[in-house]
């Protein structure tokens, strides 16, 4: 498939889900503010995105992925630390909530005596309360970062495999204004066993947080 033709394709999905979304909409029995409200939500939806695959030279492959996204979004659930217990989270309801944003990814692979791919992903994330007479109204959403970045690399050879990951997250907030940004580097060992009509058995051994790196999931509770 050339790279049109997935574009392509991926329009016709898109074309498909909103015409599948409005005419749920349109079978209501009333024109009431429910209505407007759900015909709101199926018209504020938007996703474009690109997947771009080429193979070079004799063993490398190479993999790009964008996403752009703009949603509408009614009765989204996240969690927060209750009021009582900040050791405790619990559930909330959002009633409305409007959320752009955008995944990007870039990762190469080389197949040969030994297998080893390297990624990097970027996310970022603008999701704002617009719940009628909320008090967080127009604020983002707690704790769901703004800006997210990881990268990645792993490699094997005759069952031996090692990887590492290192993790950046930033633009969070509580209810106490802006969380310092906080990231982590964590590395796998692992070694698999053929045991014939048993089949494979793996052993693993992981560390996290390798650098020791102190952050807040929540403001005054340092992890």
Same mark, same amino acid.
């Given at each position: 498939m050339g790279f049109f033709d997935k574009i392509k394709a991926g329009l016709t999905k898109t074309r498909e889900a909103l015409s599948d $979304?409005?005419?749920s909409v349109f079978t209501a029995n009333e024109i009431d503010d429910d209505f407007y409200d759900e015909l709101e939500e199926s018209l504020i939806l938007a996703d474009l995105g690109v997947d771009y695959r080429r193979s070079f030279?004799?063993?490398?492959?190479l993999r790009v992925m964008a996403d752009l996204f703009y949603n509408s979004l009614r009765d989204k659930i996240i969690s927060a630390p209750s009021a009582d217990d900040p050791n405790i989270w619990r559930p909330y309801n959002i009633g409305k909530v409007l959320s752009h944003g955008s995944d990007i990814s870039a990762g190469v692979k080389y197949t040969c005596r030994f297998i080893f791919s390297a990624e990097v992903k970027y996310s970022y994330v603008n999701a704002v309360d617009r719940t009628p007479e909320s008090p967080d109204y127009g604020k983002r959403l707690p704790y769901v970062a703004g800006h997210s970045l990881m990268c990645s690399a792993d490699a094997s050879l005759r069952g031996w495999r090692a990887g590492v990951i290192w993790q950046l997250r930033d633009g969070r907030y509580d209810s106490y204004g802006s969380l310092p940004k906080w990231n982590t580097?964590?590395?796998t060992f692992g070694k698999s066993f053929? $045991?014939?009509n048993a089949g494979t058995v793996t052993m693993k051994l992981a560390a996290r947080n390798i650098l020791n790196e102190r952050y807040e999931l929540s403001s005054g509770y340092p992890m």
């Open positions: $979304t409005l005419g030279a004799p063993h490398w492959s580097l964590d590395v053929d $045991t014939g």
